[in-house]
């Protein structure tokens, strides 16, 4: 069963195309590393998943439902992290996290104080005082606690110093553990190779690779130095070729 | 000294190059505000005999409170006496908000950190601050002396009241940025500046309505203006009090700046709750924590402000009866009997559409920065619009039949007549569907065009109220003017159609109803 699949998705912003056609498939129980430069379609695809755009042709499946029509059922199934939180200023942080876990539904006392600890927030701190990463780890807190079968996450650990980007790392192998689906998109290439199982490479709104980590491993080997880093810097100077850029 | 004020001259460049529209505004204003006055005081008292009946008649304890004492019974002593509260205001809020927007604002948001890690010296954002407030409030009190002589009121008077307000504004600029230096945020540093204006002109209306001397007077801004006795024997003197509270407000502030690291205040930031309270677990109580400050604002004011009108128009209207220039006005507006009150109300009605387009924008705003979080959460979107609907319709509902109650209470308590209360609530409420037009077009723009949402509904109300003014002078024709909502509820047409209300609601239901379709189809606006 897949989590999330997408077939020949298309999405035009007046008349510049965004998606040309974004084919993947998210199997259930994975973590999926959603990769690719910037502007590449990465928040597009994960905003027309969460019904927050409208798809202008293709298919998309979310834990076997339509995101756009059926939002309200899927969404009590998901949790998501945004790139850029933002919060309300005259909130705490600890008001937040309750408030999103009250608004989602599934929510627990015990978490909540588990991953405050985890994350080493201070919840009684005004919103508008938290630095970016602060407000990351509210959004990814209220993530984690909730009881959900997928986790949405775009670039989730922007912001995060190496001390929490382990613990971000930690957690969501815990989610996988817990038969959770996480898909991840991110920049940081070494936490994708660290964390994820199948890996989907977007760019000019196209997947360009898409394959397990396992299959991966062998390509990535053949790189100087042997990192995923120089796979995808390859694959991306080799887009560039084709369409007489580089 | 190189290495506090490094660059300040450069910084002054910078921070006037950005906000131009709010510094013409700041520029022009005193100058525009005082000729206005001038021009109108010419035409309503042509004689000094008119003047010196209005300048004993007029002096009405309400008036008294907010402006003291008449010093000089003449068109620029009057032009003087009436500017000058809301000169120092005016002035006061502009200086107020520049310096915590280039101090603790800047800061906040990192721009200072960014200066300071620069070719900068530690001091120089805080001296260029201090230095173009100055300048700028200078420049808008030379433009108003420019003005005033122009319109002949005399040099040495028209010095002493710029001087006045120009030094009241600069003082209170100079509050403002040492409350900079004590606050870490620039919410709470705002309030504080705000706050303090208000026990100023809470003191200054004290001692209006108390009377008698009081040495204390001295130190308050408000005051200066009309201690300087502009046109009644100039007293400069009296300048030397805020050039020394300005010398040493300002080394304080530099003091203070000197001393802390950046991003720390003196008043450390308070903590909130680690734990919501039950009652937040939904849109609605979500919509009243982003909803609740500007509506209590509105509402508040609205009672005071309301019952203070309601209360002294009466005394106004005994007061101009006499004036023959004034009773000429008022007979074309269909007679002294409550069509004063009507017109003062139906105006006081209109400016609730900027409350309703302001409220439509918190909408805006909450959808455009946190619309990926709530809109990824299990609730329709029609829910989210709802929930700030109910500030849109009913908070705008809410001011106005306060307003109206107040309004009645006060005419109440000003004549005695028991009937004014129900009459001028009455007035009131029938506005309302009116209101509604307004937020239903700003919803239907929020569906549509959810960029465009606040500048498009500022351009209608505009456009409605230019309608209002082309109508009344007979430039546009009758069906024309029927697609304002305005046109519908004036006190100006002697007969108001009795389907009003109901066609209104209508108007507004559909609207909104457009709006919530639109929103329900369109991509996210984040």
């Given at each position: 069963m ?5 077939r ?5 912003f ?67 992290v ?11 942080g600890?008001?937040?996290?309750d408030?999103?876990?009250?608004l ?10 588990e ?33 959900v ?23 969501i ?5 817990a ?23 977007i ?13 991966l ?8 130095p042997?990192?995923?880093e ?17 | 000294?190189?290495r506090?004020?490094h ?8 921070y006037?190059?950005?906000?131009r ?6 520029l022009?204003?005193?100058g ?7 021009v ?19 002096i ?35 200086s107020?908000?520049h310096?915590?927007r280039?101090?603790r ?6 721009k200072?950190?960014l ?6 010296g ?16 200078a ?40 409350a900079a230096q ?22 200054h ?6 009377g ?88 508040c ?28 006005l ?12 009507s ?8 400016l609730?559409s ?24 299990p ?10 609907t109910?500030?849109i ?46 937020g ?34 007979q ?17 100006l047409?002697a ?32």
């Amino acid at each position: 069963m897949s989590a999330i699949e997408i077939r020949g998705l298309i999405k035009r912003f007046g008349k510049t195309f965004a998606l040309e056609g974004v084919d993947l498939k998210v199997p259930e129980g994975s973590i999926y590393g959603f990769i690719g430069p910037n502007g590449a379609g990465k928040s597009t695809t994960i905003r027309i998943l969460l019904g927050l755009l409208k798809k202008d042709e293709g298919e998309v499946h979310l834990l076997g439902g339509d995101p756009w029509r059926e939002n309200v059922e899927l969404h009590r199934r998901l949790a998501y992290v945004p790139s850029d939180v933002q919060l309300w200023d005259n909130m705490t942080g600890g008001e937040v996290i309750d408030f999103l876990g009250r608004l989602r539904g599934s929510y627990s006392k015990e978490r909540r104080a588990e991953f405050i600890e985890r994350f080493d927030l201070d919840p009684t701190k005004k919103c508008k005082t938290y630095s970016k990463g602060n407000r990351q780890k509210v959004a990814l807190i209220s993530a984690f606690v909730s009881d959900v079968e997928l986790l949405i996450l775009d670039e989730p650990s922007t912001g995060l110093d190496p001390l929490m980007e382990g613990v971000f790392q930690q957690c969501i192998k815990e989610a996988r553990k817990a038969g959770k689906t996480v898909f991840l998109s991110s920049h940081i290439l070494s936490q994708v190779e660290a964390v994820c199982d199948q890996i989907g490479v977007i760019r000019g709104g196209k997947i360009i690779k898409e394959g397990n980590m396992e299959e991966l491993r062998a390509l990535i080997l053949q790189q100087e130095p042997p990192t995923l880093e120089a796979l995808f810097l390859n694959y991306y100077k080799k887009g560039q070729r084709e369409e007489g850029l580089g | 000294m190189k290495r506090y004020f490094h660059a300040t001259l450069s910084l002054m460049g910078l921070y006037l190059r950005q906000n131009r529209i709010f510094t013409l505004f700041w520029l022009l204003a005193p100058g525009v505000w005082v000729a206005i006055n001038t021009v109108s005081s010419l035409v309503l008292f042509p004689t000094q005999e008119s003047l010196v009946e209005m300048g004993v008649s007029l002096i009405d304890p309400l008036t008294e409170a907010m402006h003291g004492p008449l010093l000089e019974v003449s068109i620029a002593g009057f032009v003087t006496w009436r500017t000058k509260v809301f000169l120092v205001l005016l002035g006061g809020i502009f200086s107020i908000i520049h310096m915590i927007r280039h101090t603790r604002l800047a800061e906040e948001q990192g721009k200072g950190e960014l200066l300071g890690a620069n070719v900068a010296g530690s001091l120089a954002p805080l001296a260029a601050g201090v230095a173009n407030m100055a300048l700028i409030n200078a420049a808008a009190a030379i433009l108003a002396l420019l003005a005033m002589a122009a319109l002949g009121l005399g040099l040495m008077g028209s010095l002493a009241h710029c001087l006045g307000f120009l030094a009241a504004s600069c003082v209170l600029g100079l509050l403002a940025a040492v409350a900079a230096q004590l606050f870490v945020s620039a919410t709470a540093a705002r309030g504080a500046s705000f706050g303090m204006l208000g026990v100023l002109f809470g003191l200054h209306i004290l001692w209006n309505v108390s009377g008698g001397e009081n040495r204390l007077a001295y130190f308050n801004p408000l005051e200066w203006p009309l201690l300087i006795r502009p046109f009644a024997g100039e007293r400069f003197s009296l300048l030397l009090i805020p050039l020394t509270l300005g010398a040493v407000l300002t080394a304080l502030s530099l003091w203070l700046m000197a001393r802390r690291d950046l991003g720390a205040g003196l008043v450390p930031q308070r903590a909130g709750p680690a734990f919501a309270k039950p009652g937040l677990r939904n849109l609605q109580a979500l919509a009243w924590r982003t909803q609740k400050g500007p509506f209590l604002s509105w509402f508040c004011f609205y009672a005071i402000f309301s019952f203070a009108l309601g209360y002294a128009s009466y005394l106004m209207v005994s007061a101009v009866s006499s004036a023959e220039a004034l009773a000429g006005l008022i007979e074309r507006l269909g007679g002294i009997e409550g069509a004063f009150l009507s017109l003062m109300l139906y105006v006081l009605g209109l400016l609730i559409s900027v409350y309703v387009i302001m409220s439509a924008g918190i909408l805006g705003r909450e959808e455009a920065a946190k619309g990926e979080t709530l809109l990824s959460m299990p609730v329709r979107r029609e829910s989210l619009l709802l929930s700030h609907t109910v500030y849109i319709f009913g908070g705008t509902a809410a001011v106005l039949l306060m307003s109206g109650f107040c309004v009645g209470l006060g005419a109440v308590v000003g004549t005695g007549d028991g009937s004014a209360l129900s009459r001028l609530f009455f007035e009131m409420a029938k506005m309302i569907p009116a209101l509604w037009v307004i937020g239903g077009i700003a919803l239907l723009l929020f569906g549509g065009l959810p960029r465009w949402m606040t500048g498009i509904s500022y351009g209608l109300l505009i456009l409605f109220v230019l309608m209002e003014i082309l109508w009344e002078q007979q430039q546009i024709p009758e069906v024309l003017y029927a697609l304002s909502p305005f046109s519908w509820i004036t006190p100006l047409k002697a007969v108001q159609p009795a389907a009003a209300p109901l066609v209104l609601s209508i108007a507004a239901l559909l609207l909104a109803g457009g709006g919530v379709i639109l929103f329900r189809q369109r991509d996210a606006a984040i």
